[in-house]
């Protein structure tokens, strides 16, 4: 949730933004060079993003399987993966 939330929010501000466009030649601001903009300069912060996004996910599902394995039975779980 918190990615989407600043990638929207970086989306809208590219969109709204006449001096980024002016920066790159533009009278005002364009939508198709705003999206363009915005995915370049996204996609490097997703990656970073992304990492411990993914961390904080596996420890969550790490933790989940422990439980499920100590509070139901552990055998079934094994097979169920097979």
């Given at each position: 949730m918190i990615?989407?939330?600043a990638a929207l929010i970086a989306l809208s501000f590219?969109?709204?933004s006449d001096s980024m466009a002016q920066a790159f030649g533009f009278q005002e601001a364009h939508?198709?060079?705003a999206l363009i903009l915005f995915s370049i300069l996204t996609e490097p912060i997703g990656i970073l993003l992304g990492i411990p996004l993914s961390s904080l996910s596996r420890k969550a599902e790490f933790r989940s399987d422990a439980y499920a394995a100590k509070n139901y039975d552990a055998d079934s779980m094994i097979?169920?993966?097979k």
């Open positions: 990615q989407i939330s590219f969109l709204a939508l198709r060079f097979r169920a993966l």
